[in-house]
Structure formats: structure tokens, C-alpha cells
């Protein structure tokens, strides 16, 4: 894979310049290191036309009009560029030995083919790190290069189906009365998460300022306030709210917002609620409404506009 091969020889540079610096007395072990070549000898690639005549359909279905025809472009290898050079496979007749063939591979093995290309597209840079990688779900489990169902993205199936298939747990909160409109089309997974991993918890997007994906639709809730309520900013949306789904109006954590306040303000730990009007007769359990700005305010110190 040439792809592959000028980046090895890149990585390797850059960790010999390191070296070259502390150790600059061997400056010829490390120039030899620096010459190796890649694993796959170029004389051994057939080319893409050559895989044609035996496997027709597959050129013609699942290569010729999809995103990765562009791998034959300039000298770039097109199918070999992932399954490896040919030139034995087609002298023994197409001898399955002599190929890289996906089903004999490991999610790891298979990830790190597809990664030699993708990996540092931002889409894609945490990829080995992320839940999906450390849990054996691979790029091969969501996109099919050849038989995807999807051709946007090459997926298997689009999403929040794709999702639902591994993910029941989300399947059901998205089936709740209040929720993310997810399956009417509205807001996507991928708004919220980003499958390919990402550097927050739970693969969930951050804006670039670092702030909480929430914030990309609801601006209104960022502020910065004069008066913050400090759960919004430490603890995040999801101390109060559940992002997908929730049998209580507001996808509020709790059924009634009374409690979902007096589970932090209790005393000792907090300022409880004081004064006549906070006596919890059935006229105030409904706090936000005196407490109105609840997620911040210029006005008032207790969010009450
Ligand atoms: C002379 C005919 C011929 C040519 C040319 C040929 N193949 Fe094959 N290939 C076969 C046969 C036969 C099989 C085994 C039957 C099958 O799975 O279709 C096969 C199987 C494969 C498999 C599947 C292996 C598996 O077990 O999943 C891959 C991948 C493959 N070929 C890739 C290529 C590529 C890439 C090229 C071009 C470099 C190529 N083939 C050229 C005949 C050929
Ligand atoms: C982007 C990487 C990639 C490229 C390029 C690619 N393949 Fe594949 N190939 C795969 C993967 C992954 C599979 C496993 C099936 C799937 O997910 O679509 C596969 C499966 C196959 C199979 C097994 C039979 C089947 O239908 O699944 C054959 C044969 C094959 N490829 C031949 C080719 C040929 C011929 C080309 C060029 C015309 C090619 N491949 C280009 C990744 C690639
Ligand atoms: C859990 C499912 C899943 C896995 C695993 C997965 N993807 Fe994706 N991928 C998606 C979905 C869904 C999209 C569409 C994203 C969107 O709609 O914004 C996508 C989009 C893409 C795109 C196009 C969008 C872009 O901007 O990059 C590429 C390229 C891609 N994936 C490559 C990979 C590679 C390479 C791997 C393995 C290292 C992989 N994917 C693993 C689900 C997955
Ligand atoms: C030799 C380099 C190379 C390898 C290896 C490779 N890809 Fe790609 N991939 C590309 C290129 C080039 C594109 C087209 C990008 C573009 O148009 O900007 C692409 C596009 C994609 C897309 C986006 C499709 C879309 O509709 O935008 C997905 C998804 C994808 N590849 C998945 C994979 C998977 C899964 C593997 C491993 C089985 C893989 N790729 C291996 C080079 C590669
Ligand atoms: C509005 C944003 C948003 C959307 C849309 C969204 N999620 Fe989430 N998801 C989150 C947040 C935030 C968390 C972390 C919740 C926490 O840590 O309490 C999460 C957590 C998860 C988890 C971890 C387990 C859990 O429930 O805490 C999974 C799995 C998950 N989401 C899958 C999905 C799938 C599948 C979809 C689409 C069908 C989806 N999410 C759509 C925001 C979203
Ligand atoms: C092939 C099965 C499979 C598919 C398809 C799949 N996932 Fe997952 N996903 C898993 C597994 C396994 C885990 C790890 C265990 C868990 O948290 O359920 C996981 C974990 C997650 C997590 C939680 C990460 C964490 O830190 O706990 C999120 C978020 C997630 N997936 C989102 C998605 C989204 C969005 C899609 C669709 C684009 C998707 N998944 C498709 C299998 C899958
Ligand atoms: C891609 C845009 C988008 C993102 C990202 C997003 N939301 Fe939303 N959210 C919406 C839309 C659109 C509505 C309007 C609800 C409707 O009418 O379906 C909504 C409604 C809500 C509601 C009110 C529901 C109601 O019953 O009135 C809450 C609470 C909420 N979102 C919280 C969050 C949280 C927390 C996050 C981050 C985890 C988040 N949202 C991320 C688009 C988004
Ligand atoms: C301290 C608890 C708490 C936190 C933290 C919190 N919310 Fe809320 N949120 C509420 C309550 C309570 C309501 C219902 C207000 C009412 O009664 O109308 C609400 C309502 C909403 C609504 C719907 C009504 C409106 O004002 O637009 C959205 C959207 C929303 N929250 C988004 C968010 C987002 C995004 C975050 C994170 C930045 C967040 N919330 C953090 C308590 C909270
Ligand atoms: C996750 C914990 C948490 C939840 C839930 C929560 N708060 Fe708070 N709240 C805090 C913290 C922490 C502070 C700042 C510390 C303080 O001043 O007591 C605060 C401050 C306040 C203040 C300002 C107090 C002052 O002294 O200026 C008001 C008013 C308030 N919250 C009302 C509410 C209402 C109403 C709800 C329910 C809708 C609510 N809070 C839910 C943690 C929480
Ligand atoms: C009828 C209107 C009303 C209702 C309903 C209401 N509050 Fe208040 N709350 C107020 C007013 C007025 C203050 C005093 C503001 C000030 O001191 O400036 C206050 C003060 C507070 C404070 C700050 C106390 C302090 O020492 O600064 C908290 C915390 C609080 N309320 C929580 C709640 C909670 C939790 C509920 C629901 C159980 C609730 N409030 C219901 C009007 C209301």
C-alpha cells in the first residue's frame, strides 16, 4: 500500500530526527533504518484492470462508481490498495492464500488497512482509542466498500437503524413520549456522537471551544451569564436532563421539577429553598416558574427572570 509505506518511512523520519539529535554520533545506523523499504515490494501489484477480468461484478458494482475508484487515480493501487498485491493470487488462478481477504482478518487487522488511509482525518483520528475499537466493533461492521446498502458514506445501513441493531438501550429511549427527534429525521446520533470515537466521554462530539455538543443547537442555554447556575457549567446537561429520551416533559431526569431541584438543594449541602414561598405546598413545587431562567441569568441572582 503506497499510502502506507510513505507514511512509515514519514513516522520513521520524524522519530529519527529525534534521535539524530540526542544520539547525532550514529548518523549512518540511522539512515539505513531510515531507507527501509515497505513490506510489499511494488513489482508484485497487478493493477486494478487485471482484477477486472475474473471479478467483473464486483469492479463494475462495487468499485467503479463508489469514492474508492479514486484510489486508482495518479499511481495509487485501487483494490490492491486494501487487499495487497495480486500478482500471486492471479498466477495461481486466484488462489485465496495469496490475498488479503477481510473475512480472514481481525476487526484490529481490518481497522488498521482501512486507518492507513483515514486515520488522520479528523473523522477518524480517535478511532483506535475509542469504545467502538476496544469493544472488537470495526469499520467493516457499519461500511461495506462493496455491498453497502447506503451509498452515502458506504454504510450497511443508514442510521439510527445501523445503531438500533447493536444499540436497544437507545432504540427504546428514542420510543419515549418526550425526545430527540431522532427518528422523525430532525437530529441525527452522529449530531450528538461521533462513532469513529472522539476525546470526550461516550464518544459524544464537543464543540471546538471544548464546550458540550449540546450547545451547537442550543445556543441560548451557553451564556456566558452573569449569574451562572453552577450544575449547568461543572456538571453538564445531563445532571439535569437525559439527552435521549424521557417519560417526563423537558426530558427531565426526574418526574416532577421539584424533585430534580431538592435532590441538590438539601440542606446542609446547598441553600436550600427559603423564605414563604418556598414552603412546598402543591401552589410552589413548580419552581421554574418564579425560577424562571434556570440555566443562567443577567438579571437575578436566583434566576427568577
Ligand atoms: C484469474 C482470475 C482471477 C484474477 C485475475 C483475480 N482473482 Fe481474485 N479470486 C479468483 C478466484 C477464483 C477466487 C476464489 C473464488 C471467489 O471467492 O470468487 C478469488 C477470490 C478473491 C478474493 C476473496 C478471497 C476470500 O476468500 O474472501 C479476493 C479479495 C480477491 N480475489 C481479490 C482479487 C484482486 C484484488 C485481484 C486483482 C489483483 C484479483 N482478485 C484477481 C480469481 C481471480
Ligand atoms: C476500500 C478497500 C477495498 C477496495 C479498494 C477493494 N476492496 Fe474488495 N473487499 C473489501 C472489504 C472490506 C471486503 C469485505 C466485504 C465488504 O465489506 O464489502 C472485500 C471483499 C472482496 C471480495 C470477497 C467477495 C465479496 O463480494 O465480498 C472480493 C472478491 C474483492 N473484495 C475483490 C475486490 C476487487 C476486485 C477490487 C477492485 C475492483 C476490490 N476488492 C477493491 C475492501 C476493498
Ligand atoms: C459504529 C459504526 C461505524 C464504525 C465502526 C465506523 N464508521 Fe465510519 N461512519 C459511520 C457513520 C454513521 C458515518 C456517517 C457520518 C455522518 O453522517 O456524518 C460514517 C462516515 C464515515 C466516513 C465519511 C465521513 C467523513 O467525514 O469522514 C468515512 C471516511 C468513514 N466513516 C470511515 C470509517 C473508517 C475508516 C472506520 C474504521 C476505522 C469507520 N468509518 C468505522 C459509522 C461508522
Ligand atoms: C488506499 C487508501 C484507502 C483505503 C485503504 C481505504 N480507503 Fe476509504 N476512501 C479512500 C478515498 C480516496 C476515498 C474518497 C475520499 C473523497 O472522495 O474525498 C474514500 C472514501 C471512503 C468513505 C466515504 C464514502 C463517502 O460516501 O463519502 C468511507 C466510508 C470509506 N472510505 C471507508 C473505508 C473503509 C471501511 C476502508 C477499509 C475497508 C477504507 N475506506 C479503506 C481511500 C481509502
Ligand atoms: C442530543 C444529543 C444526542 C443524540 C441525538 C444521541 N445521543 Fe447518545 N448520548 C448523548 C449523551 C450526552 C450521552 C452521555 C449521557 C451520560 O453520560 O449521561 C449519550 C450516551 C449514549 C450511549 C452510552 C450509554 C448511555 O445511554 O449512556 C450510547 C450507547 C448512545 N448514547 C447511543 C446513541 C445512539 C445509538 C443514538 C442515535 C439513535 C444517540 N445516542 C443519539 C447524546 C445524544
Ligand atoms: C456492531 C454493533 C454496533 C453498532 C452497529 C454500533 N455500536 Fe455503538 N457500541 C457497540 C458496543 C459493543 C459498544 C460498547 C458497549 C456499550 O457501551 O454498549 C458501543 C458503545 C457506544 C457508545 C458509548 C461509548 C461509551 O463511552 O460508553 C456510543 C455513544 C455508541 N456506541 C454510539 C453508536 C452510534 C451512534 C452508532 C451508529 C452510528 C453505533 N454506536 C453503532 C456496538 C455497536
Ligand atoms: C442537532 C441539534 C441538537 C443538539 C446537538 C441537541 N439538541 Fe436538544 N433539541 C433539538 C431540537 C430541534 C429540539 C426541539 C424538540 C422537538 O421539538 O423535537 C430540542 C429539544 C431539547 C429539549 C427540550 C425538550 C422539550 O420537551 O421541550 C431539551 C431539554 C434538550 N433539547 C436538551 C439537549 C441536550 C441536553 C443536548 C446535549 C446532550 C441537546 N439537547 C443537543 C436539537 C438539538
Ligand atoms: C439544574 C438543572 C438543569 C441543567 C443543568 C440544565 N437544565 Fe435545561 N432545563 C431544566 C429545567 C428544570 C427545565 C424546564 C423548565 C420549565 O419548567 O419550562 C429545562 C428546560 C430546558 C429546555 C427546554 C425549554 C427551554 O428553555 O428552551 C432546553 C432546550 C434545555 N433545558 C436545554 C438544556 C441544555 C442544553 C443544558 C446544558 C447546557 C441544560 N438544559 C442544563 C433544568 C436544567
Ligand atoms: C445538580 C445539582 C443541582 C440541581 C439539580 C439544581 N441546582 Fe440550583 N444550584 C446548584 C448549585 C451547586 C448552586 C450554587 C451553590 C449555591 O449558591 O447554593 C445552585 C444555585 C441555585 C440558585 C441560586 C442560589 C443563590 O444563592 O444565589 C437557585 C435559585 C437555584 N440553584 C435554583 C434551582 C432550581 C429551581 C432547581 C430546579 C429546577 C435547581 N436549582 C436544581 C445545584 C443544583
Ligand atoms: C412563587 C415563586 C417561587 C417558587 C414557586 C419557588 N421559588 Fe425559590 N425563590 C423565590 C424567591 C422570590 C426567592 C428569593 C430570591 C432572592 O432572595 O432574591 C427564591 C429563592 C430561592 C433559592 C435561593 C435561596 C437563597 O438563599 O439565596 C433557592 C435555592 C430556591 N429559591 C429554590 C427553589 C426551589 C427548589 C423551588 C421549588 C421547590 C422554588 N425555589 C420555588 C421564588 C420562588
Not at 539524530?20 to 515490494?41: C, F, I, M, N, R
Not at 426530558?251 to 423564605?275: A, E, I, K
Request: charged fraction near 15%; aromatic fraction near 6%.
Amino acid at each position: 500500500m503506497k499510502k502506507t509505506g510513505k507514511r512509515r518511512r514519514c513516522a520513521a523520519g520524524l522519530l529519527l530526527g529525534g534521535w539524530a539529535l540526542l544520539l547525532a554520533s550514529v548518523p549512518t545506523w540511522a539512515q539505513s533504518a531510515g531507507d527501509k523499504t515497505p513490506t510489499e515490494p511494488p513489482s508484485q501489484y497487478a493493477g486494478s484492470d487485471a482484477c477486472k477480468t475474473c471479478h467483473e461484478a464486483i469492479y463494475q458494482n462495487g468499485f467503479e462508481g463508489t469514492p474508492h475508484f479514486k484510489t486508482t487515480l495518479k499511481d495509487g493501487h485501487g483494490c490492491e490498495s486494501c487487499h495487497g498485491p495480486g500478482a500471486q493470487h492471479i498466477a495461481g488462478g486466484g488462489d485465496v492464500t495469496k490475498i488479503v481477504s477481510f473475512k480472514a482478518l481481525s476487526r484490529e487487522q481490518s481497522n488498521s488497512r482501512c486507518l492507513s488511509c483515514h486515520g488522520e482525518s479528523r473523522e477518524q483520528s480517535h478511532f483506535a482509542a475509542s469504545v467502538h475499537a476496544s469493544s472488537g466493533v470495526g469499520c467493516v461492521d457499519c461500511h461495506s466498500p462493496h455491498h453497502a446498502n447506503e451509498e452515502q458514506y458506504l454504510l450497511v445501513k443508514s442510521s439510527p437503524q445501523l445503531c438500533y441493531g447493536c444499540h436497544t438501550a437507545a432504540k427504546a429511549d428514542f420510543a419515549k413520549p418526550f425526545h430527540h427527534r431522532v427518528n422523525e429525521g430532525l437530529v441525527e446520533c452522529n449530531d450528538c456522537h461521533n462513532p469513529h470515537g472522539s476525546a470526550t466521554l461516550r464518544q459524544t462530539r464537543a464543540l471546538p471551544s471544548g464546550d458540550a455538543v449540546c450547545y451547537k443547537c442550543h445556543a441560548d442555554k451557553q451564556g456566558p451569564f452573569v449569574y451562572e447556575h453552577v450544575p449547568v457549567k461543572t456538571e453538564g446537561c445531563s445532571s439535569c436532563h437525559t439527552p435521549h429520551g424521557s417519560t417526563n416533559p423537558r426530558l427531565l431526569r426526574v418526574s416532577q421539577v421539584n424533585l430534580l431541584c431538592l435532590q441538590c438543594h438539601t440542606f446542609p449541602t446547598l441553600s436550600p429553598p427559603s423564605g414563604p414561598v418556598h414552603n412546598q405546598s402543591q401552589k410552589y413545587q413548580a419552581c421554574t416558574l418564579c425560577h424562571e431562567a434556570i440555566h443562567g441569568s443577567n438579571f437575578n441572582t436566583a434566576f427568577l427572570k
